[in-house]
Structures are given as structure tokens and as C-alpha cells.
């Protein structure tokens, strides 16, 4: 494989915000997950120390909450001021004590120095709901719900520039689930109440790559969007966790770009791809394992639909398939980081998560390395490489017609303050060396960070942290006009080039 790399040649910068994370109120991402008052580690407010400092490493920019399917039955006013009444919410069939609102998550995204994005409930909730939600977060001081605030301790105006209507409402399980034409209204009068109580803040829809759902909503609703939000889980598990095998979970890595094409087509064909960026505001490898929660038939027994969630705290679950999946997305968003303005891995903490707590501490599962060395390697601009002689992997049936599903999956970029290169390689055989021919105008220092684990199936646990990132010099000899690379099988690596 050749791998060839122009520095000079810079495509477009990335937003940080592919970068996102999302946190949901499901299982123990925000109880006994990033808030955990009685535990240990909890800090003056609340929070578990420990997981902020693993999610300040990772440098998160923005988190998006408090749902996913969560949000369409939620009512904000629950979860502000001091007496908080105990709700059930219907998403999910679970009691809600509402001690975690809209105000403790302003103060972990300040703990975390990220931008607040929060999602509104287009379910049971109006347009009326929506707005004086943003009232609450971003008046000064006008009006019942900014005096709220005030009253609640919070003077000053939470500054929310970030706001998606709706979650999901295209889908039969949500609830408050729309025929397109309904949404595009929704959408429109929401909208157009938001923004009438803050005109700064930047707003998101509900969508999806189909082109008569994106069509309406987008001529009805388009130009007071500046983000259409779609989702993606490959690993379709949420009734069976059947998790699917290392090879199936490559062959996916051939979809990924499928999404986001689609709605590029939609956007430059009405002309909005220059005002309306994509927002992939939940994804995953996997999808998350709560079984009989969006069947037609709702068990009674809560032993069919609440305890089997808690399968999704195994840790062995998340392998190098998930961090070589991860990379691979993540690639994707970086090609495409000139429509793709934020991403948000569904979710940070707990669940399908990078980060996974227990009363003794926390583990750090192999996406969060993932993370760790894109947000801290990678660089900022986008350059031209160019790839050939790729071997395959294997082929799958794609949208048209069989595809091939390449070895390595390659993105090259620079930092723009120090003029280091940075490319993200990642190895997608479970069991071959991949040599890869780089070449580069100039010469410079080289670095390599490996991710790799002992296997395909290899994961990190409690008293179990071995899958880690570790510098990898070996693989990276000099040759006349760049470099010989040797990629390990199952593996994520970022070689850095400091220009001399
Ligand atoms: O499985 C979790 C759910 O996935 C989220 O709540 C929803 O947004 C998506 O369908």
C-alpha cells in the first residue's frame, strides 16, 4: 500500500465538536455515572471526580443531553428549583428523581469547560415548552422562567448556543413520533419561537438519511436551521446484544460514509450545504441492549426489560472492534469535516461508553484511547493524501452492489500552530501486518502511537488496563523520499512528523 501526503495541500479545517460526546438518562450514565453524590469520588456537587478528569483528558467539547428516546417524554421545569417531584418516564419505564436537571448539567459542562447542547422534547412537548426552555438557560432576566433562574442560584444566563428539536421523531418507537409533513410544522413553529427568544443560538432538527423526510422538513423549516441531526448504531442489538463478531464489525467500517452522502446530496441540491452543516449527534458501533423497550408488546416483569440493561456494563463487550470501528468513524468524520460540524458518541459514560465506573474507580475502555489520541494527535487541518494498492479485506453488499472493504483506513492532517503532521492508520485485519509506503515531501522527526490489545477480541476491565496506546518507533523505518511503515494487525495508530 502507498500512502502519499501533501502537507501543502490543506482541504478544510475540522470543527473540535466531531470530537462530542452525548450523555442520555438510561441506565447509570448520569445516576451512579457521571453523578454519583454517595460515592467516593464524588466532588462538592455531585460529581465523580474521577470521571471528569478521564473526560478532561479527552478534552470533550460538547456534550449533548439529556436524551435520546429519554428527552420526547421529558419536561425540563421537573428538573430545576428545589423541590424536584419524582416523575416516571414513559421512554423508558423508569422513575426519574429529577435531582439531575438542566441546571447540574451546566455545571458539569463548566467542571469540563465544554459547550451545553441540549435536545428538546418534540414527544410530548410544544413549541412553547421548547422556547421557555431557552428562556430558562439564555434571558438575562425577562420573563417568569429567566427569574427562575435567578431564583435558583444562577444570575447570570446559562449561554445554551446549542439546541436540537426533537430527537428520533421519525421513529414508530419514539414517543411523539411524526408523519414528515407534521414534523416539518413542528419544526417550523418551534423554531421560530426559539429563536425569537435568543436569535444567537444555532439550531438542529431530528432527521435522518431519507430524502422525503429531509426534503420537507428542510424547505419548510431550512433556513432557520444551522444543523440537521442524524443518528447511526451498526451493531443493531438493542433487543438481543448479540454482539456482532470482529469481521462483521469491519464490514461495516464500508457504510460509514453512506449517511452522511446522502445528506450532502439533499443539502447541495438545495443549496443549503454552505449554511446547514451535519450534526451525527449519536453513534456507536453498538447499539445499546435494552430489549423489549420499543416492542408493541411491554412486559410487566421488569426482570424482560430493566435488568438486562445492566448486560450493557460488560466490559469484555467492548474489544479492539469497537476502537477499530471507532477510528474509522472518526476518519470518516475527518473527510468529511467540511459538512460534518459535530459528532457525539451516544454515550460517554457507562452504557456503550469510552468510560465505564464502579465503586472503586472506573475503567477506561479501548474507544476511550481511541479519543484519547485523536483529540490529542491529530491535527486541526484537513491535507490531501492520496492511497493506492490497498489490499482488501473482504467484500460486502453496499448501496450499489458489492463493495470492497479496504485493509486500511488512512486520514492525514496537520496542526496548524506547529505545522506537525498527524495521520490516523488504522490496520483492520484481525491478523496481518499491513506495510504501507509513505511518501512525503521533506524529511522530519516521526512518532508513532499504537492501539492495539493482544487480540481482536482484547479489552480492558476492572484490575484490567493493559489495552492501551504505546509508542510504536519500531514500525516506522526511513526510506529514500519518506517512510516504510508496518501496521499491526487490529490496529490504531497515529504517526506524527515533526518537518525539519
Ligand atoms: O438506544 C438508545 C437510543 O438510541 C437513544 O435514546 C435514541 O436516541 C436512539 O434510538
Not at 185 to 196: D, G, H, I, N, Q
Amino acid at each position: 500500500m502507498q500512502l502519499t501526503v501533501d502537507p501543502g495541500r490543506v482541504l478544510f479545517c475540522r470543527d473540535k465538536m466531531i470530537y462530542g460526546h452525548f450523555l442520555e438518562h438510561f441506565h447509570r450514565q448520569i445516576y451512579g455515572g457521571i453523578y454519583d453524590p454517595s460515592s467516593p469520588f464524588a466532588d462538592e456537587e455531585g460529581f465523580r471526580s474521577d470521571v471528569l478528569e478521564a473526560l478532561k483528558a479527552i478534552r470533550v467539547p460538547i456534550i449533548r443531553w439529556p436524551g435520546g428516546c429519554f428527552v420526547s417524554a421529558y419536561h425540563w421545569q421537573d428538573g430545576v428549583g428545589k423541590d424536584r417531584p419524582f416523575t416516571f418516564n414513559k421512554a423508558w419505564r423508569v422513575e426519574e428523581d429529577n435531582s439531575f436537571g438542566t441546571d447540574e448539567f451546566i455545571r458539569l459542562c463548566r467542571k469540563l469547560d465544554c459547550e451545553p447542547y441540549i435536545c428538546t422534547n418534540a414527544g410530548t412537548g410544544t413549541p412553547e415548552e421548547m422556547s421557555d426552555w431557552v428562556e430558562y438557560c439564555n434571558l438575562p432576566f425577562e420573563g417568569r422562567y429567566a427569574k427562575q433562574r435567578i431564583e435558583n442560584g444562577f444570575p447570570e444566563p446559562h449561554g445554551v448556543k446549542y439546541w436540537s428539536i426533537g430527537n428520533e421523531n421519525y421513529g414508530p418507537w419514539e414517543i411523539g413520533a411524526w408523519k414528515s409533513d407534521q414534523w416539518s410544522l413542528m419544526v417550523e413553529e418551534a423554531a421560530k419561537m426559539m429563536v425569537r427568544v435568543d436569535p444567537s443560538i444555532q439550531l438542529s432538527a431530528a432527521a435522518l438519511p431519507d430524502v422525503d423526510w429531509n426534503l420537507r422538513l428542510l424547505q419548510r423549516a431550512g433556513e432557520r436551521l444551522r444543523w440537521i441531526s442524524i443518528h447511526g448504531y451498526w451493531d443493531s442489538i438493542h433487543q438481543t446484544n448479540a454482539l456482532g463478531s470482529y469481521d462483521r464489525c469491519m464490514a461495516y467500517t464500508a457504510q460509514l460514509e453512506d449517511s452522511i452522502r446522502k445528506v450532502r446530496g439533499l443539502l447541495m441540491a438545495l443549496g443549503l450545504e454552505k449554511k446547514i452543516r451535519i450534526a451525527f449527534d449519536e453513534w456507536n458501533l453498538r447499539g445499546w441492549y435494552h430489549p423489549n423497550a420499543h416492542t408493541l408488546h411491554q412486559p410487566m416483569d421488569k426482570g424482560e426489560y430493566i435488568t438486562p440493561r445492566d448486560d450493557n456494563d460488560i466490559n469484555a463487550s467492548y474489544t479492539m472492534a469497537d476502537a477499530v470501528f471507532s477510528a474509522c468513524f472518526l476518519n470518516t468524520l475527518l473527510r468529511n469535516a467540511d459538512i460534518v460540524g459535530m459528532a457525539n458518541f451516544a454515550p460517554a459514560v457507562n452504557t456503550r461508553g469510552a468510560i465505564f465506573t464502579h465503586e472503586k474507580g472506573i475503567v477506561l475502555r479501548t474507544t476511550y484511547h481511541v479519543f484519547h489520541m485523536y483529540v490529542n494527535l491529530m491535527g486541526d487541518e484537513v491535507i490531501d493524501a492520496h492511497i493506492t494498492d490497498v489490499p482488501v479485506l473482504h467484500t460486502v453488499d453496499g448501496l450499489q452492489g458489492r463493495q470492497d472493504v479496504p485493509m486500511v483506513d488512512a486520514v492525514a492532517t496537520r496542526c496548524s500552530g506547529s505545522g506537525d503532521v498527524a495521520l490516523a492508520l488504522v490496520n483492520k485485519s484481525p491478523d496481518a501486518f499491513c506495510p504501507v509506503s509513505l511518501r512525503m515531501q521533506g524529511t522530519g522527526r516521526t512518532e508513532m502511537t499504537t492501539l492495539m490489545g493482544g487480540s481482536t477480541d482484547d479489552y480492558n476491565d476492572i484490575g484490567r488496563d493493559h489495552v492501551r496506546p504505546f509508542a510504536n518507533d519500531e514500525a516506522v523505518q526511513p526510506i529514500f523520499g519518506g517512510w516504510k511503515l508496518n501496521l499491526p494487525p487490529h490496529s490504531v495508530n497515529v504517526l506524527r512528523i515533526r518537518p525539519e
